[in-house]
Protein backbone atom coordinates (compact mmCIF):
# COMPACT_ATOMS: atom_id res chain seq x y z
CA UNK A 1 0.00 0.00 0.00
CA UNK A 2 2.91 2.10 1.01
CA UNK A 3 4.28 1.31 -2.53
CA UNK A 4 1.33 2.30 -4.66
CA UNK A 5 1.10 6.06 -2.80
CA UNK A 6 4.82 6.61 -3.65
CA UNK A 7 4.69 5.80 -7.25
CA UNK A 8 0.91 7.94 -7.31
CA UNK A 9 2.86 11.07 -5.76
CA UNK A 10 5.62 10.44 -8.36
CA UNK A 11 3.56 10.24 -11.06
CA UNK A 12 1.73 13.43 -10.43
CA UNK A 13 4.87 15.01 -10.14
CA UNK A 14 5.79 14.02 -13.82
CA UNK A 15 2.17 15.81 -14.86
CA UNK A 16 3.13 18.92 -13.50
CA UNK A 17 6.21 19.06 -14.71
CA UNK A 18 4.73 18.38 -18.46
CA UNK A 19 1.90 21.31 -17.89
CA UNK A 20 2.66 24.13 -20.46
CA UNK A 21 2.81 27.08 -18.00
CA UNK A 22 4.25 29.92 -16.49
CA UNK A 23 2.76 31.01 -13.43
CA UNK A 24 5.15 31.31 -10.66
CA UNK A 25 3.24 29.53 -7.98
CA UNK A 26 2.51 26.80 -9.72
CA UNK A 27 6.06 26.30 -10.59
CA UNK A 28 6.90 26.56 -6.85
CA UNK A 29 4.17 23.64 -5.98
CA UNK A 30 5.76 21.65 -8.88
CA UNK A 31 9.96 22.34 -7.24
CA UNK A 32 7.90 20.76 -4.26
CA UNK A 33 6.18 18.28 -5.78
CA UNK A 34 9.81 17.13 -7.07
CA UNK A 35 11.59 17.79 -3.80
CA UNK A 36 8.91 15.25 -2.27
CA UNK A 37 9.03 12.81 -5.04
CA UNK A 38 12.58 12.77 -5.24
CA UNK A 39 12.36 11.28 -0.95
CA UNK A 40 9.51 8.79 -2.11
CA UNK A 41 11.50 7.32 -4.48
CA UNK A 42 14.25 7.29 -2.19
CA UNK A 43 12.25 5.43 0.45
CA UNK A 44 10.79 3.43 -2.50
CA UNK A 45 13.84 1.89 -3.48
CA UNK A 46 14.70 1.15 0.49
CA UNK A 47 11.91 -1.31 0.45
CA UNK A 48 12.41 -2.70 -2.91
CA UNK A 49 15.68 -3.60 -1.76
CA UNK A 50 14.51 -4.99 1.22
CA UNK A 51 12.23 -7.10 -0.29
CA UNK A 52 14.34 -8.66 -2.35
CA UNK A 53 17.08 -9.48 -0.52
CA UNK A 54 15.82 -10.77 2.58
CA UNK A 55 15.76 -14.80 2.30
CA UNK A 56 12.71 -15.86 2.12
CA UNK A 57 11.47 -18.16 4.69
CA UNK A 58 11.76 -21.88 3.92
CA UNK A 59 9.42 -24.14 3.79
CA UNK A 60 8.53 -26.47 6.71
CA UNK A 61 8.97 -30.00 5.05
CA UNK A 62 8.68 -33.27 7.69
CA UNK A 63 11.72 -34.42 9.36
CA UNK A 64 13.29 -36.81 7.12
CA UNK A 65 14.49 -40.70 9.32
CA UNK A 66 17.96 -41.32 9.66
CA UNK A 67 19.07 -44.58 8.37
CA UNK A 68 21.86 -46.21 9.93
CA UNK A 69 23.59 -49.25 8.49
CA UNK A 70 24.24 -51.97 10.59
CA UNK A 71 27.61 -52.53 11.14
CA UNK A 72 29.27 -55.87 9.80
CA UNK A 73 29.14 -58.71 12.29
CA UNK A 74 32.94 -59.39 14.43
CA UNK A 75 33.47 -62.73 13.19
CA UNK A 76 36.31 -62.59 15.78
CA UNK A 77 33.70 -62.45 18.62
CA UNK A 78 33.57 -65.64 19.75
CA UNK A 79 36.36 -67.64 18.43
CA UNK A 80 38.10 -69.20 21.37
CA UNK A 81 41.66 -69.51 21.64
CA UNK A 82 43.98 -71.58 24.02
CA UNK A 83 47.31 -69.84 22.73
CA UNK A 84 49.01 -67.10 25.04
CA UNK A 85 48.84 -64.79 21.85
CA UNK A 86 47.76 -64.83 18.31
CA UNK A 87 46.84 -62.17 15.42
CA UNK A 88 45.39 -62.54 12.33
CA UNK A 89 47.21 -60.14 9.99
CA UNK A 90 46.04 -58.29 6.79
CA UNK A 91 49.52 -58.14 4.62
CA UNK A 92 47.52 -56.23 2.27
CA UNK A 93 46.41 -53.69 4.25
CA UNK A 94 49.44 -53.84 6.54
CA UNK A 95 46.98 -53.94 9.83
CA UNK A 96 45.66 -56.89 12.21
CA UNK A 97 42.75 -58.30 11.89
CA UNK A 98 42.45 -60.02 15.45
CA UNK A 99 44.45 -59.67 18.20
CA UNK A 100 45.15 -61.38 20.95
CA UNK A 101 48.61 -60.62 23.47
CA UNK A 102 50.11 -59.43 19.86
CA UNK A 103 52.81 -57.71 20.57
CA UNK A 104 53.99 -60.20 23.65
CA UNK A 105 57.41 -61.09 23.75
CA UNK A 106 57.29 -65.29 23.49
CA UNK A 107 59.62 -68.34 22.92
CA UNK A 108 59.32 -68.81 19.13
CA UNK A 109 60.75 -72.44 19.14
CA UNK A 110 61.13 -73.52 15.20
CA UNK A 111 59.12 -70.38 14.46
CA UNK A 112 62.82 -68.77 14.39
CA UNK A 113 63.68 -70.72 11.35
CA UNK A 114 61.60 -68.53 9.13
CA UNK A 115 64.29 -66.08 10.35
CA UNK A 116 67.20 -68.47 9.96
CA UNK A 117 65.67 -69.02 6.14
CA UNK A 118 65.20 -65.33 5.32
CA UNK A 119 68.29 -64.36 6.51
CA UNK A 120 70.25 -67.13 4.21
CA UNK A 121 67.85 -65.80 1.55
CA UNK A 122 69.43 -62.08 1.40
CA UNK A 123 72.69 -63.08 1.36
CA UNK A 124 73.05 -66.81 -0.08
CA UNK A 125 71.59 -67.15 -3.93
CA UNK A 126 69.28 -69.91 -3.91
CA UNK A 127 71.78 -72.25 -5.91
CA UNK A 128 74.51 -71.67 -3.44
CA UNK A 129 75.48 -75.33 -2.10
CA UNK A 130 75.02 -76.23 1.36
CA UNK A 131 77.08 -78.65 3.47
CA UNK A 132 75.82 -80.44 6.96
CA UNK A 133 78.59 -80.23 9.45
CA UNK A 134 79.47 -82.51 11.65
CA UNK A 135 78.58 -80.43 14.79
CA UNK A 136 74.65 -80.38 13.86
CA UNK A 137 74.00 -84.06 12.83
CA UNK A 138 73.44 -84.99 16.89
CA UNK A 139 71.47 -81.98 17.21
CA UNK A 140 67.61 -83.26 18.76
CA UNK A 141 64.92 -84.12 16.41
CA UNK A 142 63.43 -83.76 14.02
CA UNK A 143 66.70 -84.58 11.79
CA UNK A 144 67.46 -86.12 8.61
CA UNK A 145 70.85 -85.59 7.32
CA UNK A 146 74.58 -87.16 7.94
CA UNK A 147 77.64 -85.25 8.37
CA UNK A 148 79.26 -83.77 4.36
CA UNK A 149 75.90 -84.31 2.84
CA UNK A 150 75.43 -81.08 0.43
CA UNK A 151 72.26 -79.23 -1.14
CA UNK A 152 71.79 -76.34 -3.03
CA UNK A 153 70.55 -74.42 -0.23
CA UNK A 154 66.92 -73.67 -2.16
CA UNK A 155 66.55 -77.75 -1.54
CA UNK A 156 67.83 -77.00 1.95
CA UNK A 157 65.77 -74.63 3.16
CA UNK A 158 62.14 -76.43 1.58
CA UNK A 159 63.11 -79.61 2.84
CA UNK A 160 64.00 -78.11 6.40
CA UNK A 161 60.69 -75.59 6.50
CA UNK A 162 58.40 -78.36 5.78
CA UNK A 163 59.87 -81.17 8.22
CA UNK A 164 60.87 -78.19 10.96
CA UNK A 165 64.28 -80.12 10.40
CA UNK A 166 67.10 -79.05 13.24
CA UNK A 167 70.21 -80.11 11.20
CA UNK A 168 69.31 -77.86 8.14
CA UNK A 169 67.94 -74.96 9.70
CA UNK A 170 71.84 -75.56 12.18
CA UNK A 171 73.72 -75.94 8.76
CA UNK A 172 71.92 -72.83 7.17
CA UNK A 173 72.71 -70.30 9.92
CA UNK A 174 76.58 -71.94 9.93
CA UNK A 175 76.58 -71.00 6.24
CA UNK A 176 75.46 -67.77 5.99
CA UNK A 177 76.94 -66.28 9.52
CA UNK A 178 80.22 -67.62 7.66
CA UNK A 179 79.60 -65.97 4.93
CA UNK A 180 79.19 -62.93 6.69
CA UNK A 181 81.91 -63.39 9.04
CA UNK A 182 79.79 -62.96 11.81
CA UNK A 183 78.03 -65.01 14.59
CA UNK A 184 75.29 -66.88 14.00
CA UNK A 185 73.08 -64.25 16.35
CA UNK A 186 74.28 -61.46 14.92
CA UNK A 187 73.45 -62.02 11.42
CA UNK A 188 70.14 -63.38 12.39
CA UNK A 189 69.57 -59.70 14.76
CA UNK A 190 70.78 -58.38 11.14
CA UNK A 191 68.00 -59.91 9.19
CA UNK A 192 65.81 -58.98 12.00
CA UNK A 193 66.46 -55.63 12.13
CA UNK A 194 66.58 -55.23 8.02
CA UNK A 195 62.69 -56.25 8.48
CA UNK A 196 61.55 -53.74 11.36
CA UNK A 197 61.15 -56.44 13.85
CA UNK A 198 61.82 -54.93 16.80
CA UNK A 199 60.58 -57.71 19.45
CA UNK A 200 62.47 -60.42 17.44
CA UNK A 201 65.99 -61.84 18.73
CA UNK A 202 67.51 -65.34 17.95
CA UNK A 203 70.28 -67.25 20.03
CA UNK A 204 70.88 -70.25 17.77
CA UNK A 205 69.26 -70.87 14.16
CA UNK A 206 66.88 -73.54 15.10
CA UNK A 207 65.06 -72.52 17.52
CA UNK A 208 65.57 -75.22 19.74
CA UNK A 209 65.85 -74.18 23.89
CA UNK A 210 69.29 -73.56 24.82
CA UNK A 211 68.50 -74.60 28.68
CA UNK A 212 65.35 -74.81 30.58
CA UNK A 213 65.22 -71.11 31.62
CA UNK A 214 66.56 -69.77 27.59
CA UNK A 215 64.80 -70.43 24.33
CA UNK A 216 66.70 -70.34 20.60
CA UNK A 217 64.48 -67.45 19.36
CA UNK A 218 62.13 -65.30 20.86
CA UNK A 219 59.47 -62.48 18.79
CA UNK A 220 56.14 -61.20 18.89
CA UNK A 221 52.67 -62.45 16.87
CA UNK A 222 52.70 -59.57 15.35
CA UNK A 223 56.78 -59.44 14.03
CA UNK A 224 56.06 -63.60 12.96
CA UNK A 225 53.21 -62.24 11.06
CA UNK A 226 55.26 -59.91 9.15
CA UNK A 227 58.31 -62.22 8.77
CA UNK A 228 56.29 -65.02 7.64
CA UNK A 229 54.74 -62.63 4.83
CA UNK A 230 57.95 -61.45 3.86
CA UNK A 231 59.56 -64.88 3.45
CA UNK A 232 56.44 -65.99 1.12
CA UNK A 233 57.40 -62.73 -1.15
CA UNK A 234 60.80 -63.44 -1.18
CA UNK A 235 60.58 -67.03 -1.55
CA UNK A 236 57.04 -68.29 -2.94
CA UNK A 237 58.83 -71.52 -4.57
CA UNK A 238 60.27 -72.55 -0.86
CA UNK A 239 57.47 -71.27 0.44
CA UNK A 240 54.97 -73.21 -1.25
CA UNK A 241 56.53 -76.79 -0.20
CA UNK A 242 55.69 -76.23 3.54
CA UNK A 243 51.72 -76.18 2.14
CA UNK A 244 51.98 -80.13 0.64
CA UNK A 245 52.33 -83.18 2.77
CA UNK A 246 55.68 -83.94 2.21
CA UNK A 247 58.56 -81.95 0.69
CA UNK A 248 61.45 -83.96 -1.83
CA UNK A 249 64.76 -83.30 -2.85
CA UNK A 250 68.04 -84.81 -4.19
CA UNK A 251 71.12 -84.26 -2.44
CA UNK A 252 74.67 -83.38 -4.55
CA UNK A 253 75.54 -87.25 -3.85
CA UNK A 254 72.38 -88.48 -5.11
CA UNK A 255 70.33 -89.66 -1.92
CA UNK A 256 66.66 -88.82 -2.20
CA UNK A 257 64.94 -87.42 1.04
CA UNK A 258 61.59 -87.05 1.25
CA UNK A 259 60.39 -85.14 4.75
CA UNK A 260 56.78 -85.34 6.32
CA UNK A 261 55.22 -82.05 6.79
CA UNK A 262 54.98 -81.53 10.53
CA UNK A 263 51.98 -79.23 9.72
CA UNK A 264 48.73 -82.12 9.97
CA UNK A 265 46.46 -79.49 8.51
CA UNK A 266 47.84 -78.15 5.40
CA UNK A 267 45.20 -80.12 3.34
CA UNK A 268 42.31 -78.31 5.04
CA UNK A 269 43.17 -74.73 4.41
CA UNK A 270 42.38 -73.13 1.12
CA UNK A 271 44.72 -71.48 -1.30
CA UNK A 272 47.62 -71.83 1.70
CA UNK A 273 50.75 -70.42 0.73
CA UNK A 274 53.07 -71.03 3.84
CA UNK A 275 53.32 -73.09 7.07
CA UNK A 276 55.39 -73.45 10.06
CA UNK A 277 55.13 -75.55 12.78
CA UNK A 278 57.03 -74.96 16.09
CA UNK A 279 57.30 -76.67 20.06
CA UNK A 280 59.05 -76.90 22.93
CA UNK A 281 59.11 -77.01 26.32
CA UNK A 282 59.47 -72.81 26.91
CA UNK A 283 57.27 -72.37 23.96
CA UNK A 284 54.52 -74.84 23.76
CA UNK A 285 52.69 -75.13 20.26
CA UNK A 286 53.18 -72.31 18.05
CA UNK A 287 51.88 -72.53 14.85
CA UNK A 288 52.41 -69.62 11.29
CA UNK A 289 50.31 -69.93 8.37
CA UNK A 290 49.99 -67.52 5.38
CA UNK A 291 46.95 -68.28 2.81
CA UNK A 292 45.00 -65.96 0.00
CA UNK A 293 41.55 -64.82 1.01
CA UNK A 294 41.30 -63.29 -2.89
CA UNK A 295 43.38 -62.73 -5.46
CA UNK A 296 46.58 -61.70 -4.46
CA UNK A 297 45.43 -60.80 -0.72
CA UNK A 298 47.61 -62.67 1.30
CA UNK A 299 46.51 -63.15 5.63
CA UNK A 300 49.47 -64.39 7.71
CA UNK A 301 47.96 -66.46 11.67
CA UNK A 302 50.50 -66.39 14.43
CA UNK A 303 49.87 -68.90 17.34
CA UNK A 304 52.01 -68.49 20.24
CA UNK A 305 51.74 -70.37 23.28
CA UNK A 306 49.31 -73.10 22.50
CA UNK A 307 49.58 -76.56 23.25
CA UNK A 308 50.47 -79.48 20.97
CA UNK A 309 47.47 -80.07 19.92
CA UNK A 310 45.31 -76.79 20.77
CA UNK A 311 47.67 -74.84 18.15
CA UNK A 312 46.11 -76.65 15.25
CA UNK A 313 42.58 -75.96 16.48
CA UNK A 314 43.21 -72.43 17.29
CA UNK A 315 44.52 -72.00 14.05
CA UNK A 316 41.75 -73.70 12.22
CA UNK A 317 39.22 -71.86 13.70
CA UNK A 318 41.10 -68.28 12.78
CA UNK A 319 41.23 -69.29 9.40
CA UNK A 320 37.59 -69.99 9.28
CA UNK A 321 36.55 -67.04 11.02
CA UNK A 322 39.00 -64.75 8.76
CA UNK A 323 37.29 -66.12 5.91
CA UNK A 324 33.64 -65.18 7.83
CA UNK A 325 35.14 -61.32 7.78
CA UNK A 326 35.82 -61.38 4.49
CA UNK A 327 32.49 -62.73 3.17
CA UNK A 328 30.81 -59.96 5.70
CA UNK A 329 29.50 -62.73 8.02
CA UNK A 330 29.61 -63.84 11.82
CA UNK A 331 30.94 -67.03 10.62
CA UNK A 332 31.00 -69.77 7.82
Known amino acids: MLLKMLLKRVLSCRFYFFMETHDLDVLAKHNRLMRESGIALFFASGFLAIFLFLPSTPKSTASTPIVVAPSAPDSF ?51 TPVTIPADVVHLDAPH ?16 TLT ?25 LASAAAALGLSQTYAVNGNGLDVNTAISGGYGSAHDLARLAGALVEKAPLIAEATTRSSAQAVSEGGTFFSI ?20 TDLAG ?16 IVILGSSAKARFTDGAALVAATFAHFAGVASL
Do not use: C, W
Request: hydrophobic share 50%; glycine share 6%; charged share 15%.
Open 285 to 300: GNLALVFDVGIAHPVA
Open 144 to 159: AFRAGQIFSLSDLARL
Open 163 to 187: GSLNDGAAALAEATAARENRSESAM
Open 77 to 127: ANVPIEAKAAIVYDLVLGKPLYEKNAEAQLPLASLTKLLTIYAALSILSPN
Open 260 to 279: KNTDPIVATIPQLLLSKTGY
